[in-house]
Structure formats: structure tokens, C-alpha cells
């Protein structure tokens, strides 16, 4: 149990109903006691855990009330952190929430750092380091289906599967000291299926993880989409129509866009990162030459692009340009403007691709529904069964492939007839790099990266 006990505004900066300033100590209780006033004259430390009580925080020096309130009490170590907690619901708005944190500083609780509740949450073992991890993606989560994936994660989906894979490594271990503790059995490690047979489903049980991690990593991300065309074949008009929204400048004049636009979307559940870029094509505006130079870097960067072609105009030498620029990437193409009559080679449209062509109208939004479900199956292929676990953080992904490759390194020492020492090494560094998902063998650099991603008050 840590020593000192913190404190922090919980809730978002700004006007709302209520604010919230979470304590979690040793001392919580006892500071909160000094600064609360019931209107029954309950003492707080003499209350049931899991408790609310009505009153009023003042400050015992001047007397003066700082707001009404409600406190919450919960008591170690049935809490968040598994240390005694105070929550105090005020008044929603920055002033009242500040002076109350103010107040509760100076009664001897310190400025708690960002993640630091989630910190002790790990530190005193109530969840383990994917979990923590899970807090903040459930936060950041940017539409239903990746909060959904979060919360798995935060309930231990992850956990399990890793502890799966790391128990069957302690078992081979100790079935490796087995046969050096037994050399009359007559059974050389080389020769051992049970230990081969054992490495192989424990690598095929991390392949089985690590085929998930693109699906999750996208569902988690987003999907980084690119919107790319020659000026003025409808790339904004298009961000708009999918956004609802005018948020792009939208004009006759070649090269509107100067720079890149970012804004997501969510398709049945995939966040979609879109960006809308400036026309490619040569030209000597200097403005307009950086925004050029800028879509290209997207490009490089892109998990998706939509080439937007203009149905009204046949196709030109920009067009042909920014074909050789994505020939290797993943691209979906859209015929836009197929409310104004046709002007395009549809033949040589088809030529260039027959399976991701969309035919559609910004203006009208015809065809959208066929661009949102292309983009779905190109993204998940079969899309996702009910409850199809996930992995989706890529710190986890690291882990795996370099527990992957010491399993690998195991089959390579068995298949060299090394010793059985030199296999116990590369089965504990596998079960290390394991330990680092659920923080179990994660350093104390690792673990404050981590929790320093986390607001202040979480």
C-alpha cells in the first residue's frame, strides 16, 4: 500500500451539473472528515464503506462554506484503487471544483499525477497492466464497437488469454527440469514430443492473437483514410456529405484545399479517419506546391485511399500520374458527380479497377451506402463474429512477436541437440516478454510511459 494519499478534479473542466474531486489514501477519509459539515452531524470515519452523505465543505479556519455537496464514501479494499476513497460531488464548473481541491491540498493530501488512481489500481494488484491499459482506450474510444472492444479488454479478455499461454510455458519448464531430474527415463529433449508438441501450440496460440491485431488495431485507431484526386473532382464535397457537415470550403476553383483536413467517421462501428487533401498536380503556387507535397506524405501513411475521379471530365494526365503514385497501396476508387452528364472513359474506369468502384454523387448521396459497405469489407474481410476477441493495443502485439520469436529460438536449440538449459532460457525470456502485456515483468520506465498517457483524475 502507498503511503501518501492524492487527490484531483475527476471530472471534465468547464459548466456541468456536477463536479467530482476523488481522494484515494490512507488519510482520505480523515482530510475529507476536516472539511465536511453533515447536516446530521455524521462523522465520516465512523460511517459504512460505500456510503453518501449530504452537507457542505468549508474551510475550518475562516468558517466560510465553499459549496453543498454530497461526498461519497468507500472504504479499502473493496475500491478502485484498493485504497480508502473519497469522492465529493459539487457544483459542476471550474471555480467550485478548484477550491475544493484547493481546500483538500492544503488539509494534506498532494496533487495526484495523470493516470496515478488507474497507477495504484495496478500497483495494489486489482487489475493488471492490459486492464489499465484498457481504462484509457474505454475514454478514447471513438465509436461503439471499439468502447465495446475496451471494456472486453478491461474485464480481463486479454489477461486470460495471456496467462493461458504463459501457465502451459511453466508447465513445459517444469517438465524440462522433470527430465533432468530423471535421466534414467531414458528420454533426450531432442527427442521429447511432448515438449516440441508443447512449443508449437503455444506459438500457434500467439499466431492466433496476432492474426486478430490488424482488425483491432484499426477498430482501436481508426482507420487512416486518404481522399485523393486531381483539384476540383468533388474531394471535399465528398468529406462533407459522409461528415453531415460543411467542414471542408467547398468552391469552383481549382486548389480550394491548401492543406489536409482530418475528421472521423464511424462505419458500422470502424472509427474512419478521414483526410482530405489538396489536389495533386504540378504547380508553381507555393502555397499550393507544400499541400501537394503533404497529400503525397499522407499517402505513404495511409491504411486506405479513396481516389476520387470526376465523372463530368475525362480523364487526364493528373489522373494517370496519381494512379503510378498509388500502385502499390489499398485503394478504393469513387466515380463522383454522376448527377452531371458523363464525360469519362467508364471502360477505362473498369480497366483500372473492377472489385473496389464505387459509383456516387456528393450532391445527392446516391451510391453511399455501397462506399460504406465496400470500405467495411475491404477493412474486415468477413467482418466480425459476436464477441471474436481482438487484440488491439500494438505494445501487446511487440510483446507477442518477440515471445513468438524466443519460442522459435526453443525449437531451434531442441532441433541442434543443445542442452536442456539453453531451452529453459528461451522459455523464460518468452514468458518474460508475456509478462510484459500484463505488466507482471514490466520495469518502472515501462509502467510510468504508460499511466502518464492518462488524464489527471483517472
Known amino acids: 500500500m502507498i503511503d501518501d494519499t492524492i487527490a484531483a478534479i475527476s471530472t471534465a473542466v468547464g459548466e456541468a451539473g456536477i463536479s467530482i474531486i476523488r481522494i484515494s489514501g490512507r488519510d482520505a477519509i480523515k482530510i475529507v472528515s476536516g472539511i465536511f459539515k453533515s447536516k446530521r452531524n455524521i462523522d465520516l470515519k465512523a460511517v459504512k464503506s460505500h456510503t453518501v452523505h449530504y452537507g457542505f465543505i468549508y474551510d475550518s479556519e475562516s468558517n466560510e462554506v465553499y459549496d453543498e455537496v454530497l461526498v461519497n464514501v468507500m472504504k479499502s479494499p473493496h475500491t478502485y484503487t484498493k485504497e480508502d476513497i473519497v469522492e465529493i460531488n459539487c457544483h459542476g464548473g471550474y471555480v467550485p471544483a478548484k477550491r475544493i481541491l484547493e481546500l483538500v491540498l492544503k488539509n494534506g493530501a498532494r496533487l495526484a499525477e495523470p493516470g496515478e488512481f488507474t497507477k495504484r489500481a495496478f500497483i495494489n494488484g486489482r487489475i493488471d497492466m492490459s486492464q489499465a491499459e484498457a481504462v484509457i482506450d474505454i475514454i478514447r474510444s471513438k465509436t461503439a464497437l471499439s468502447n465495446k472492444y475496451a471494456v472486453m479488454q478491461l474485464s480481463g479478455s486479454v489477461k486470460d488469454k495471456i496467462n493461458e499461454i504463459k501457465n502451459d510455458l511453466v508447465a513445459l519448464i517444469a517438465h524440462i527440469f522433470a527430465l533432468m531430474d530423471f535421466p534414467d527415463e531414458d528420454v533426450e529433449i531432442f527427442n521429447d514430443s511432448e515438449l516440441i508438441d508443447g512449443i508449437k501450440n503455444a506459438i500457434r496460440k500467439i499466431d492466433e492473437l496476432l492474426d486478430s491485431s490488424e482488425k483491432g488495431r484499426i477498430i482501436r485507431e481508426g482507420l487512416n483514410t486518404v481522399i485523393i484526386g486531381k483539384p476540383n473532382v468533388g474531394k471535399s464535397s465528398l468529406l462533407n456529405a459522409l461528415l453531415n457537415e460543411n467542414r471542408a470550403i467547398v468552391t469552383d476553383i481549382p486548389g480550394t484545399t491548401r492543406d489536409i483536413i482530418e ?15 489538396a489536389g495533386i498536380r504540378d504547380t508553381d503556387e507555393l502555397v499550393e506546391k507544400i499541400g501537394v507535397e503533404r497529400s503525397k506524405e499522407a499517402i505513404n501513411k495511409a491504411d486506405l485511399i479513396i481516389f476520387v475521379f470526376d465523372n463530368s471530365r475525362p480523364l487526364e494526365k493528373e489522373d494517370y500520374e496519381i494512379l503510378r ?29 473492377n472489385e473496389n468502384y464505387i459509383s456516387l454523387s456528393s450532391v445527392t448521396k446516391e451510391g453511399f451506402d455501397a ?42 536449440t531442441i532441433e541442434r541437440g543443445l542442452t536442456e538449459d539453453f531451452v529453459s532460457i528461451d522459455l523464460n525470456a518468452a514468458i518474460d516478454n508475456l509478462g510484459l502485456i500484463t505488466g507482471e515483468t514490466a520495469n518502472e520506465d515501462l509502467i510510468n510511459e504508460i499511466f502518464e498517457r492518462f488524464c489527471v483524475g483517472k
Not at 375 to 399: C, I, P, Q, W
Open 263 to 277: 475528421e472521423y467517421l464511424n462505419i458500422k462501428g470502424i472509427p474512419i479517419k478521414l483526410i482530405d487533401t
Open 325 to 353: 503514385i498509388i500502385d502499390d497501396k489499398n485503394v478504393l476508387y469513387v466515380l463522383n458527380k454522376i448527377d452531371l452528364p458523363s464525360m469519362i472513359d467508364l471502360d477505362e474506369i473498369r480497366r483500372i479497377s
Open 371 to 412: 462506399l460504406e459497405n465496400t470500405v467495411y469489407s475491404m477493412v474486415m474481410e468477413n467482418g466480425l463474429s459476436n464477441n471474436e476477441f481482438l487484440l488491439t493495443n500494438m505494445r501487446h502485439k511487440d510483446a507477442l512477436l518477440k515471445a513468438k520469436e524466443n519460442l522459435m529460438s526453443c525449437l531451434n
